[in-house]
């Protein structure tokens, strides 16, 4: 997926921006009466429905002719195998965005085709296609890329007197996710097909040419007479066997230095899987730091799912004027160019998590965007996977204790999870009808299903650590692995992930996926927990704070409760549940004495924003003796809040004694 990169600072501003955005879309919300789901003229329902691919596509061979890398603009033949699906089909539709087409050929046939700015109708020739039937098609057609806007296909002109090398040479990119492909050749722009394809580019020395798949060969072959310099033209094909939806298909032509990070050759690599990094010239010393744990990242995704690697190769290219942080393009996924001048340490999320979706978007694919969090909530997920290994790993290697390794791993994991969750508690006040839920067919543009309140990233890897944290770890890891197996090479929605972890775990997950899958926002909570020391009882109240309505019911919720009793030398832990099903409830829990902690899902196991108000002993004990670290984090939030409230009030009866003194 595009992500940006998330730096500390741009991750802050990003949040208050969206805390902002969040708040005044909420104080403009829709009379009542009024309903985003309906146009208020037409009565159409506002949502987007899923386009038939119209017939099975099979195969893309596609013939580009780069010789010129200074006239923003290509030439092209397309080839199509396609067969027929359901019914007979007299004519076909692509998408195909901007493209001036020539001519077109059904089995050597000249086509009849009606063109316009956006789409391309061929007509069978003879006769419909008809189920089964193979046809192949071909296309020839051109394109000019005058403006680069960050979709599609990019082409940026080099600078003659540029900083570098690299910047005197032009340099193309491709970005086809969501639905943007088609503005370099025509194709059934949706993620509702997978198709293997074929790339043969023709470029001048010294470009390199990088796209999916294998490199089938590289060749010198003869200038085409528009060839505007007498550089050596050079012919490059790869081949993706594996079909793959067609948004992933992914074109970089550009000058870079390469870094080979494993593969045949590469001393003590722990994967053999071929591996470079691409970047600006003079960039491979740094790119040889930023990208060097990307060889065990994948062998450590490879153990924790099961499943071998899908493709040829991983490739991380760094391409100037991408305007997203990564792209996971099978086998070659597109970076920010400043990736190539940063550090491990800074880049190693974005890196972890676009070879997740290696697995998670490329392998097992959303059916539509309406189910985005598949791709993007595993992938952030799996940012959260190699935090913890990693954790674990440099723990282990330190020698320490088995029990000291597991809480460094857990450490690492919820200081991760907590972030995730701030970020979400922060903006997220949508609710239903108004606002689109994780899952959800209301939008117009595919764009802006990345942009939810409902965040398919954070929110998304939220859904699964709550999955995690109902199932234990073994049978999550279980399910996963039953996931990818199961639908591998395919194509998902929600409830394929559901029935999936049903059937190992053997748990019935329909209220769970209806509360956080299919409904917008996330429930407020409010604890008063206290010591009844009469009657010798742990004494709670909640109350669920978001707007509850028809739409927006209560939220079941089983709260987690970690009870520290201390007595002389000895210390027992009790855990507890708080069921807050309501709006309301309150429970007494009579224990043997008071306790020494109370802390509220330290394991952050309900991806909710709770408020606890308790005694302050019990916020200082939990700040330094919290079962989790982020227990002790929010300990440390809550007594920070506390002493700023205490100096706020100190300060305003100070003013008022001044006041009443003049």
């Known amino acids: 997926m595009p992500r940006s990169p998330r730096p500390a600072a741009v991750a802050a501003c990003a949040l208050a921006l969206a805390a902002a955005l969040a708040d005044a879309q909420h104080t403009q919300r829709p009379r009542r009466g009024d309903d985003p789901r309906i146009d208020p003229e037409s009565g159409r329902h506002q949502a987007h429905w899923t386009r038939s691919p119209q017939v099975d596509f099979r195969h893309m061979r596609l013939e580009l002719d780069l010789s010129d890398m200074d006239s923003q603009a290509l030439r092209a033949v397309q080839t199509l195998t396609v067969v027929g699906l359901a019914m ?16 077109v050929e059904v089995d050597a046939q000249t086509a009849a085709f009606d063109a316009d700015d956006l789409t391309l109708t061929i007509r069978f020739p003879d006769a419909p296609i008809q189920p089964g039937q193979q046809r192949t098609i071909r296309i020839e057609y051109h394109a000019e890329y005058p403006e680069a806007d960050g979709l599609g296909l990019n082409w940026s002109l080099g600078e003659p007197g540029g900083r570098s090398r690299t910047d005197r040479f032009a340099q193309i990119h491709s970005q086809g996710q969501s639905e943007n492909n088609a503005r370099w050749f025509p194709c059934h722009d949706a993620p509702n097909d997978r198709l293997s394809t074929e790339l043969i580019v023709r470029a001048p020395e ?57 593969g045949p050759g590469v001393p003590d690599a722990p994967t053999d899987i071929p591996m470079a990094a691409y970047g600006p010239v003079g960039s491979a010393d740094t790119m040889r730091e930023v990208f060097s744990e990307t060889p065990a990242m994948l062998a450590f995704f ?12 991983y490739d991380q290219v760094c391409v100037r004027e991408f305007h997203s942080g990564g792209m996971e393009n099978t086998a070659a ?9 940063s550090t491990a340490d800074r880049e190693r999320d974005l890196i972890s998590h676009e070879l ?8 097992i694919t959303c059916r539509t965007w309406d189910h985005l969090w598949l791709n993007e909530g595993w992938a952030v997920y799996a940012e959260v996977l190699w935090r913890e290994e990693r954790a674990r ?89 039953a ?82 009793l201390g007595a002389d030398r000895t210390r027992t832990i009790r855990p507890e549940s708080f069921a807050l099903h309501t709006r309301t409830a309150s429970a007494r829990i009579p224990l043997p004495r008071r306790p020494e902690e109370v802390a509220v899902d330290p394991r952050l196991t309900i991806f909710a924003d709770v408020r606890v108000d308790k005694d302050l002993a019990w916020w200082r004990h939990e700040a330094e003796h919290g079962p989790t670290i982020a227990s002790r984090l929010l300990a440390a939030e809550a007594l920070a809040a506390h002493a700023d409230a205490t100096r706020n009030a100190d300060q305003r009866l100070t003013v008022r004694a001044t006041e009443s003194q003049n």
């Not at 990088?210 to 528009?226: E, Q, W």
Request: proline residues 7%; negative net charge; aromatic residues 10%.
């Open 88 to 103: 007979p089909r007299q004519t076909l539709t692509l998408d195909a965005r901007g493209l001036h087409i020539d001519r």
């Open 302 to 313: 490879e153990r924790w799912l099961d499943e071998p690697y899908p493709w040829d190769r």
């Open 483 to 564: 996931y990818i197996d199961r639908h591998r090479d395919g194509l998902v929605e929600s409830d394929d992930l559901r029935r999936c972890f049903e059937d190992v775990s053997g748990l019935s997950l329909e209220r769970f996926f209806t509360q956080w899958v299919y409904r917008p926002g996330l429930p407020r909570v409010q604890l008063s927990i206290r010591w009844d020391d009469q009657s010798g009882e742990l004494v709670i109240e909640g109350e669920q704070t978001q707007p509850i309505d028809a739409d927006n019911p209560a939220y079941t919720l089983d709260i987690p409760l970690h009870i520290t």
């Open 356 to 363: 997740a979706h290696m697995w998670f978007g490329d392998l």
């Open 393 to 481: 790993a440099a723990a282990t290697r330190d020698g320490l204790p088995e029990e000291i390794v597991a809480d460094e791993a857990e450490s690492a994991m919820l200081e991760y999870v907590l972030q995730l969750l701030r970020a979400q508690r922060r903006f997220n006040r949508a609710r239903a009808p108004h606002d689109p839920a994780l899952a959800s067919n209301l939008y117009d543009d595919p764009e802006t299903t990345f942009d939810r309140t409902d965040d398919p990233y954070n929110k998304g890897a939220g859904v699964i650590h709550m999955l995690r944290a109902r199932l234990g770890d073994e049978v999550f890891q279980r399910a996963t692995r």
């Open 206 to 262: 010294p470009y390199v040419v990088i796209s999916n798949g294998r490199l089938v060969s590289t060749k010198p072959v003869d200038a085409p007479d528009a060839a505007a310099s007498d550089a050596t033209i050079v012919e490059w094909h790869y081949l993706q066997d594996r079909p793959h939806p067609t948004y992933l298909v992914t074109l970089v032509v550009g000058v870079f230095d390469q870094v080979r990070l494993a």
């Open 333 to 341: 996924t597109t970076l920010y160019e400043e990736a190539s001048r």
